[in-house]
């Protein structure tokens, strides 16, 4: 069982490595123009999603998550994948929590 889950973390940092490599030659050949698009859209992204968010968590659960982000975040700056998937993880049961009430 330790080796099973050993081995998913492995493919789970492959395809991170794999998706940062791509967006990594993806962002090469982009125009400022795109970049800016992009941008552009990921902040509007961002706001919807904080937005329904705060609308639906409770205060301190709402709370915790902008917590696990700014982990998440710190921990994906530094590459220490083993920090990123424990938050990771913990981010998704929190969010999990909300979609079990929506049905």
């Not at 205060?59 to 998440?72: E, N, P, Q």
């Amino acid at each position: 069982n330790g080796s099973n889950k050993n081995s998913s973390i492995t493919s789970i940092n492959d395809s991170q490595s794999t998706s940062r490599n791509s967006s990594s030659v993806a962002s090469a050949h982009n125009s400022p123009e795109s970049s800016a698009t992009t941008t552009q859209k990921s902040n509007n992204a961002a706001r919807v999603f904080f937005s329904a968010a705060q609308s639906t968590m409770s205060t301190s659960d709402f709370a915790k998550l902008r917590t696990l982000l700014v982990k998440m975040k710190q921990s994906g700056d530094v590459r220490d994948s083993r920090c990123y998937l424990q938050i990771a993880k913990q981010l998704i049961e929190l969010l999990l929590q909300y979609d079990a009430k929506k049905k």
